[in-house]
């Protein structure tokens, strides 16, 4: 779902290169105001966060719920509990990393340009602290529940985005 809401900024940009995005984004959409992919896909990153929040709730379970099949996970302790949050983190890191670059702009800032990188890890910050509020707002989703949210809601929202993007490159 991530990849297919991330469309629209690859379509506005014409260039599947990150770098490409991020120079696309930095141009004016009207004004000063930027092209970034959250003014233009704005369908498809409320699909990406929803996604990745529904991943990260995903991760969460499956790492510290016990099963059948390893029962140990639920009562981790020690070097276990944290290899399972390290991942965890990782896991968040990466995906506000797209968030931050796909979505923000990565280090561009309106009428600044290129602010280097404190501006994107503040982006960052931003993109990881809005997956997380989501995903704890979010009921515990079942595996079937998530896969129809996914088909039914996220992927037609990404593909809006992707058209409204396309509409207005």
């Known amino acids: 779902v991530v990849a297919f809401a991330s469309l629209g900024s690859v379509v506005a940009a014409g260039s599947l290169g990150l770098p490409e995005i991020m120079a696309a984004q930095a141009l004016p959409l009207f004004g000063w105001v930027p092209r970034w992919g959250a003014l233009i896909d704005a369908p498809g990153l409320i699909a990406a966060v929803l996604a990745l929040a529904v991943h990260a709730q995903r991760v969460v379970r499956a790492r510290t719920v016990a099963s059948l099949s390893e029962p140990w996970h639920g009562d981790a302790t020690g070097p276990v509990l944290l290899g399972h949050r390290m991942f965890e983190t990782l896991d968040l890191l990466?995906?506000?990393?797209?968030?931050?670059?796909?979505?923000?702009?990565?280090?561009?800032?309106?009428?600044?340009?290129?602010?280097?990188?404190?501006?994107?890890?503040?982006?960052?910050?931003?993109?990881?602290?809005?997956?997380?509020?989501?995903?704890?707002?979010?009921?515990?989703?079942?595996?079937?529940?998530?896969?129809?949210?996914?088909?039914?809601?996220?992927?037609?929202?990404?593909?809006?985005?992707?058209?409204?993007?396309?509409?207005?490159?």
């Open 94 to 169: 990466a995906s506000a990393s797209l968030l931050a670059v796909l979505f923000l702009g990565g280090s561009h800032l309106p009428g600044i340009g290129d602010a280097g990188a404190v501006v994107t890890i503040i982006k960052l910050a931003l993109a990881l602290a809005g997956i997380v509020v989501v995903r704890n707002l979010l009921p515990t989703l079942t595996p079937g529940v998530a896969v129809r949210l996914c088909w039914t809601v996220l992927v037609p929202l990404a593909a809006t985005g992707a058209v409204v993007a396309w509409l207005l490159r």
